[in-house]
Nanobody, 122 residues
Framework: QVQLVESGGDLAQAGGSLRLACVASGRILMNNAMGWYRQVPGKQRELVANITSGGSTTYADSVKGRFTISRANDKYTVYLQMNNLKPEDTAVYFC????????????????WGRGTQVTVSS
């Protein structure tokens, strides 16, 4: 019923910047929260940043001060502005959403995008 599609992953140099975007589409009644996770092969997926429908944000300590999460006015798109990139930021970045589905029973569910690769070279 709901899809999340990421874009913006690319190769960047250390100290450079990238901006990721995630668009939610489908039978959405309310997009309560969206965020970004990242995963390196062999390691657990970790939270990078999260934003609620009210605009409250959280960040991993490793990215705080360098990354900024934001939402478009329509609440269906979330961005991750990544500045001062470091090689350790290299990972597949996944979009995440906690979404109330438009249906006879308005249920809340968790959705994931398929990921976008970010590679930071030194």
């Amino acid at each position: 019923q709901v899809q999340l599609v990421e874009s913006g992953g690319d190769l960047a140099q250390a100290g450079g910047s990238l901006r990721l975007a995630c668009v939610a589409s489908g039978r959405i009644l309310m997009n309560n929260a969206m965020g970004w996770y990242r995963q390196v092969p062999g390691k657990q997926r970790e939270l990078v940043a999260n934003i609620t429908s009210g605009g409250s944000t959280t960040y991993a300590d490793s990215v705080k001060g360098r990354f900024t999460i934001s939402r478009a006015n329509d609440k269906y798109t979330v961005y991750l502005q990544m500045n001062n990139l470091k090689p350790e930021d290299t990972a597949v970045y996944f979009c995440w959403g906690r979404i109330v589905v438009l249906s006879l029973s308005q249920y809340e569910a968790e959705y994931w995008g398929r990921g976008t690769q970010v590679t930071v070279s030194s």
